[in-house]
């Protein structure tokens, strides 16, 4: 074989399988839609549900451009994803009122109901979205009060970003170690509990 002839097949063979190889940045997404939330539930994360369908033009379009883009994919590992084919599991669609494709449901930690978002979104309006229900989706003990005003601190939720950082929601606000909070310094984040500096004295936060 001509070798300028074998150089261009094989060129073109790394393209096309470039171009049709999974995106660096996709999302990871679930399928079962009860095994989503138990984990959310257990992780407390809020839980991002896409609604679509094999023929749904602007769901493929979603899963392109706004799932493949990094920061959409960062936001992600804040929440339990899971795609849902309407079709399939009707009755799901039913039970969270989907009426048109795609529609993404977005629940709090305790499957309660957080927002959605339908029709298709840019990465940029999509990644505030994400933001947005972050900062709402909280969890909370029975019977304990809402946002603590003042400089009372209210421990309501711990995420992570995609480098596994921790990330406390404490009064409704995201903070990372060293950030702060009013008048209030974090200096330590776990997996359960945040400590933080407040008027020079040492307070711990527990989700318990």
């Known amino acids: 074989m001509n070798r300028k002839l074998y150089t261009y097949i094989v060129f073109s063979t790394l393209i096309a399988l470039a171009l049709h190889s999974d995106p660096a940045w996709a999302i990871s997404w679930k399928e079962d839609l009860n095994t989503a939330l138990k984990e959310a539930k257990e992780r407390r994360l809020p839980v991002m549900i896409d609604f679509y369908t094999k023929w749904c033009h602007w769901c493929k379009e979603l899963d392109r451009n706004t799932y493949t883009d990094r920061r959409v994919n960062d936001l992600s590992s804040n929440f339990v ?18 009426r048109g494709y795609p529609t993404i449901i977005f629940l709090n ?12 979104r840019d990465p940029l309006k999509f990644g505030k979205a994400m933001e947005t229900v972050m900062q709402n989706a909280v969890v909370r003990t029975p019977g304990k009060p809402g ?20 990330i406390a929601v404490i009064n409704n606000t995201m903070v990372k170690e060293g950030g702060t909070v009013g008048k209030a310094t974090v200096s330590k984040i776990t997996k359960d509990k945040v400590i933080v500096l407040i008027n020079g004295k040492t307070v711990t936060l527990s989700m318990e």
């Open 81 to 98: 994803c899971v795609k849902v084919d309407a079709e399939k599991d009707a009755a799901s669609a039913v039970r969270y009122d989907v």
């Open 109 to 120: 930690p305790n499957g309660s109901y957080n927002s959605r978002v339908t029709g298709y």
């Open 147 to 166: 946002p603590a005003k003042g400089d009372a601190l209210e421990l309501s939720g711990i995420l992570y970003n995609r480098e596994k950082a921790p």
